[in-house]
């Protein structure tokens, strides 16, 4: 058996169980599914279940639960392990020089007797070089090792790739879920639980860091941010979307925030159901703008910030994809006329 305690992964766990269960092992896995449900943390799970001293099952098959306490638990765990290794982008990149070291230390012979594992985070980020080095390792993999490749962009990862390995899914994870996971780690009222769960999407790394308030203020200054938008001061406007840019790691964040506000804001006009809303505490300013605002309106507002996200998401650059979003968004909303009084 292979578990973990990982969430809501019911169906990827399964696929990994069932490797581990019958040791049939793939030289390849493919984990794909949205930015921050366990990706990597199951990688690394993975890992541990196939070398952990403890956790051979009852019929004696090699892998099986990984204790976390054994000293190859924790060395795994700690990235000290020689046979684990973790290869993540360098920059925006993960570089030919990084695929090279795995390629040589996969050449060499193993230190311990058990598996080897190169979990590469974020494999669509891979240079075309690298990809193509990986290929010629996948297509003659050593003995005894598996590659395990996580990605959110699985259409930017080489079909050739994809082709070689096995394919796990990672879904979003539900609400109840996502509950259980913040009442294990976190002390919050209700109100604030349930709160962060619903503004997660399904997320929860992203449910995490709203408990732990490390998005608070992220949140506060993009909700402030809406409120420039249809002043139709382009000046302004093209002002917010350069020191935005400066961060492409948080924009994505941001995108989200105002996708879920306008969602919140449609929601409300279509159903009048409070209880529908993502941004729980911010009920009575969703009801006002509700009023101001056609239906079609706030359909293409949430068109415009899905299709910037996807444009981000394929590495598009940052400065003008915002320039464009934020001017699209401010002739939207924006009233002609107040920009004069
Ligand atoms: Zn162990
Ligand atoms: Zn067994």
């Known amino acids: 058996m292979f578990r973990c305690n990982i969430r809501g992964q019911q169906e990827a766990l399964s696929v990994l169980d069932r490797a581990v269960s019958s040791g049939h092992i793939a030289h390849a896995y493919l984990f794909i599914g949205p930015e921050g ?37 924790r060395a795994i765990a700690d990235g000290n392990f ?18 090279r070291e ?5 050449g060499l012979k193993a230190h311990t007797s058990g598996w080897r594992v190169w979990v590469f985070e974020d494999s669509d980020k891979m240079t075309e070089e690298a990809a193509n080095a990986l290929l010629r390792t996948l297509e003659e993999p050593p003995p005894r090792s598996v590659m395990v490749l996580t990605t959110s962009n699985p259409f930017l990862v080489l079909p050739t790739i994809v082709s070689r390995c096995q394919v796990v899914r990672f879904g ?38 709203l408990a732990r308030g490390e998005e608070r203020q992220a949140r506060e200054r993009a909700l402030d941010l809406l409120r420039k938008i249809g002043t139709r001061d382009t ?19 941001y995108l989200e925030m105002w996708t879920s506000w306008y969602r919140d804001i449609l929601i409300l006009k279509e159903t ?11 009920q009575e300013e969703i009801s006002g703008v ?52």
């Not at 541990?48 to 306490?69: D, F, T, V």
């Not at 000046?235 to 964040?253: C, F, H, M, P």
């Open 272 to 282: 009048g159901d409070t209880g529908l809303l993502l941004n729980r505490d911010r």
């Open 82 to 99: 020689p046979d684990v290794s973790v290869v993540s982008p360098s920059g925006a990149t993960i570089r030919i020089e990084q695929v």
């Open 37 to 73: 449900v366990g990706k990597r943390t199951c990688a690394i799970e993975f890992a541990k279940a196939l070398n952990c001293q403890e956790g051979s099952c009852s019929r004696g098959c090699q892998g099986g639960i990984p204790c976390g306490q054994c000293p190859t638990c």
């Open 235 to 253: 000046l302004e406007i093209l002002k917010i979307s350069e020191s935005l840019a400066e961060d492409r790691t948080s924009l994505v964040g």
């Open 102 to 106: 795995v390629r040589r230390s996969a």
């Open 172 to 209: 979003h994870v539900s609400l109840p879920e996502i509950n259980a996971i913040l009442t294990e780690r976190f002390d919050l009222s209700d109100q604030d639980r349930e709160l962060f769960a619903s503004l997660s999407g399904g997320i929860p790394a992203k449910a995490i860091r």
């Open 290 to 341: 509700a009023c101001e605002n056609s239906t079609d309106k706030l359909i293409s507002a949430i068109q415009i910030l899905q299709e910037a996200l996807n444009a981000l998401r394929q590495n598009a650059n940052a400065r003008l994809c915002m320039d464009s979003v934020l001017l699209r968004l401010d002739r939207l909303l924006g009233d002609p006329r107040r920009k004069e009084n």
